[in-house]
């Protein structure tokens, strides 16, 4: 059997005036085939460019100090099938309540306050 998938990706950000503040919006899609090979990735979900579904990200990112950011980030993810970040096994669709060997969440929502240091 052939299979494919795909995935976009689209977002837009805002730079205030004070050049030291930003804001951004992100949307990613992901097909029912759709993987990356993203394996490194150590996301507790799975990285937003894995998701076989939709995932929203909203984040406001702030310069403290020359190599100092904050970051306020928010991403609600809607999964439509299993498997999302990994390539073991068949997607199933999630509307249906298949029986899968591993967690399988219809969405989630994930806050992150971070620093980031440049060095």
Known sequence: ???????YYVGARYNFNNEATKIGLEFN????????????????LSPKTSTRGDVWEL????????????????????FSNSGSGWHMGAPKDLDSTP??????????DRFLLGLQARF
């Open 29 to 44: 899609h992901g097909s029912k085939y759709w993987f990356n090979f993203a394996l490194a990735e150590d996301d507790i």
């Open 1 to 7: 059997k052939s299979r494919s998938g795909d995935m």
């Open 99 to 108: 029986i899968l060997g591993f967690p399988s969440p219809t969405e989630a």
């Open 59 to 78: 984040y406001l990112t702030h310069r403290i100090a020359r190599r100092f950011i904050l970051k306020l980030d928010y991403m609600k993810y809607d």
